[in-house]
């Protein structure tokens, strides 16, 4: 055998020898522990019929881009909404409606699918 073949076959035999070590110790999960809550003391996520203004301070972060800065939400409860995003800096901005479970982009506003990934889906809205 040459040293070239030894060594490819000690290299086989640590990584084996790693390999089941490392399955060996691996920790096991166990279930949680607990009880389910009653949905009477969840909060509610529920908004009073009516307008309402909400103001707020909004970050992205991923893989293609990132940014951050202001936002206002005006609320007509129970179906509809407009959300008006601001770029820190103000380099610029954008706009969305939620009409009955539904987004849209006001073709007038700049921002237009780029202001769809700062939203997130309509049921959590």
Not at 8 to 28: D, E, K, N, Y
Not at 48 to 65: Q, S, T
Not at 98 to 107: E, F, K, R, S, Y
Request: aromatic letters at 4%; proline letters at 10%.
């Amino acid at each position: 055998m040459t040293t070239r073949v030894r060594a490819r076959a000690v290299f086989r035999g640590v990584a084996c020898v790693l390999t089941v070590a490392s399955a060996a110790c691996t920790p096991r999960l166990s279930p949680l522990a607990g009880a389910p809550v009653p949905t009477s003391k969840l909060p509610r996520a529920s908004v009073a019929p009516g307008h309402h203004k909400l103001v707020f301070n909004w970050e992205l972060d991923d893989r293609e881009m990132s940014g951050r800065g202001d936002g206002a939400a005006q609320i007509a409860a129970p179906d509809s909404a407009r959300l008006d995003f601001f770029l820190a800096g103000g380099y610029g901005g954008g706009a969305a409606i939620l009409i009955d479970g539904g987004v849209q982009t006001p073709p007038n506003v700049t921002g237009g699918d780029m202001i769809r990934r700062l939203i997130p889906p309509p049921p959590l809205l």
